[in-house]
């Protein structure tokens, strides 16, 4: 349609009946329009009070929530309360303790359990290594023990049995703590009525590894414990360095039982030794030299240690050390040496006493005497101390010469080190006829050795016929063939035995990865 035109009366009345159908629909769509904003408009306000409603019931259950949490609170306090053990009641724990069974102890009896306890922490395996740990424990416990109350103190004090492990650290001394020290030697001494007094003076290795400090030394201690040794209140003495001033020659030490000393103690004191202790049973030292011969003997000696000794040869004319050490303790029981070489060899090595012979050395251990006499040795115990040398860089076959000569009493033979178990070794074993025990925990068998084992000899003598236990381990190589080889053996023995053949059965042979008996050990 050309709009640059005036429009016909059939157009104009056209365009008047439009307009007026489409304001009559625009006006019918306003009041639809207006009909259905009212509805909304009272839904929304429907709505809004239903949402004013609902946030003031929320809010009334998220206080009820607060409430409820906070009384279930309330009630699991309640409950731990009530499942509270009744001894954390400082009131009731104290009426409990009134009715406790330890109460109705004997003070004989609670006496007995303080010494024991104070003799288990003094002899605690568990401190080898650590001296000094052991040394606070053992001075805290008897007094930790009078604190717990009134009644276990009475019972300390008067208990002097609990106060007589007395040890000292010298290592652990200061200036600042030297006057407890003080104290605690000299309470302890008097509590422990001066007798039967077992005192440890050590100097514990510094573990942190500062070797170059150089400990206080605190001289005023060295009253406290020379007066203890010269009152005769001491049993068991174990001290680094002994020396003169620790004894009274006008006054013995009859009640010293055991004495152990590590620094090399003076011939001239050992010497001594059996006038100024006289009942001494026990002795573990350290000597430079022991070529001149005693005095006198020491007949009460029954156990003696030789820690080291450092020193040439025996001068002519002098014994050889071993020779006077065996003469100075004529009825020692059992003795251990830790060898040490360049004295020679003796001529003959004799004691009529000795039960138990122990053989140790820091390495290769020699010959020292051409002749061995130990009518009662039960036990003989050989080895090397030095875990640096292997097994093969060791001899040890000089010393086996003592078994061959003079041991026919031999019940048990312990090597501690290898050694070849070969045909040699069992000759050498056919002059212990006695020998019960063969502990070769490090050595391995060979053919000839288990050959001899297992037969009896042209004569029908049977290689240790009374063995009963053998201890040693297989080689590293054909294993099979040896453990067969040692069933074979174990079996031929005990069938002789069953026979009536002069030989015992053999009912535990220790081998690992082998079990033959009621044991079977690993090493």
């Known amino acids: 349609m050309n709009q640059n035109r005036v429009a016909t009366p059939l157009e104009a009345h056209s365009i008047r009946a439009f307009l007026a159908t489409v304001t009559a629909a625009r006006e019918r769509q306003i009041a639809e329009a207006e009909i259905q904003a009212g509805r909304t408009a009272r839904d929304v306000a429907i709505s809004e009070v239903r949402l004013a409603e609902a946030q003031e019931a929320l809010e009334r259950a998220t206080r009820g929530l607060e409430q409820a949490v906070a009384v279930n609170a309330q009630a699991l306090d309640f409950l731990k309360i009530a499942k509270r053990p009744l001894t954390d009641d400082p009131h009731i724990r104290c009426q409990?303790?009134?009715?406790?069974?330890?109460?109705?102890?004997?003070?004989?009896?609670?006496?007995?359990?303080?010494?024991?306890?104070?003799?288990?922490?003094?002899?605690d395996r568990e401190w080898a290594l650590s001296p000094r740990l052991r040394t606070v424990s053992t001075q805290q416990t008897p007094y930790r023990l009078a604190l717990v109350c009134r009644r276990w103190r009475e019972i300390a004090l008067n208990t002097p049995s609990m106060w007589r492990y007395i040890c000292v650290d010298l290592r652990a001394i200061t200036r600042e703590n030297a006057l407890l020290h003080e104290f605690y030697l000299e309470t302890s001494f008097v509590r422990s009525a001066k007798r039967h007094v077992v005192l440890r003076v050590d100097k514990s290795l510094d573990w942190e590894g500062d070797y170059d400090r150089q400990p206080f030394r605190p001289e005023s201690l060295r009253p406290y414990i020379v007066n203890m040794t010269r009152n005769d209140g001491v049993v068991d003495l174990s001290v680094n360095a002994l020396d003169d001033d620790l004894f009274d020659p006008d006054s013995p030490c009859v009640n010293l039982r055991k004495l152990?000393?590590?620094?090399?103690?003076?011939?001239?004191?050992?010497?001594?030794?059996?006038?100024?202790?006289?009942?001494?049973?026990?002795i573990s030292v350290a000597l430079r030299t022991f070529s001149r011969r005693p005095p006198v003997t020491y007949p009460s000696v029954e156990s003696f240690t030789l820690k080291s000794l450092?020193?040439?040869?025996s001068a002519p004319g002098h014994a050889h050390p071993y020779e006077n050490l065996f003469g100075f303790f004529p009825n020692a029981r059992e003795i251990t040496l830790d060898l040490s070489t360049g004295f020679g060899t003796a001529d003959h090595l004799r004691h009529d006493n000795v039960r138990t012979l122990r053989i140790d050395s820091w390495g290769q251990i020699e010959r020292i005497a051409d002749r061995y006499s130990f009518p009662r040795l039960e036990r003989l115990e050989i080895g090397v101390k030095l875990s640096l040398w292997n097994d093969e860089d060791i001899h040890i076959e000089p010393m086996l010469h003592v078994v061959a000569n003079g041991c026919a009493s031999l019940r048990t033979l312990q090597i501690h080190r290898g050694i070849p178990l070969n045909a040699d070794f069992a000759l050498l074993l056919l002059s212990t006829p006695r020998l019960e025990s063969l502990l070769c925990p490090r050595s391995t068998p060979d053919d000839k050795f288990l050959q001899t084992l297992g037969r009896a000899g042209a004569d029908g003598t049977w290689m240790c016929p009374r063995l009963t236990t053998i201890q040693m381990r297989l080689g590293r190589t054909n294993e099979d063939a040896i453990v067969h080889k040692i069933l074979d053996a174990v079996s031929t023995r005990n069938n002789a035995h069953r026979r009536g053949e002069p030989v015992v059965e053999l009912t535990d042979v220790d081998v690992p990865g082998l079990r033959v008996g009621s044991k079977r050990q690993s090493y």
Request: charged share 15%; no cysteine.
């Open 96 to 123: 409990l303790g009134l009715i406790h069974p330890v109460r109705r102890l004997p003070p004989e009896i609670l006496a007995m359990i303080f010494h024991t306890t104070a003799w288990i922490v003094f002899e």
């Open 310 to 313: 450092f020193g040439g040869r």
């Open 260 to 282: 152990d000393t590590d620094v090399n103690t003076p011939v001239g004191l050992i010497h001594d030794l059996p006038t100024l202790a006289p009942h001494l049973k026990s």
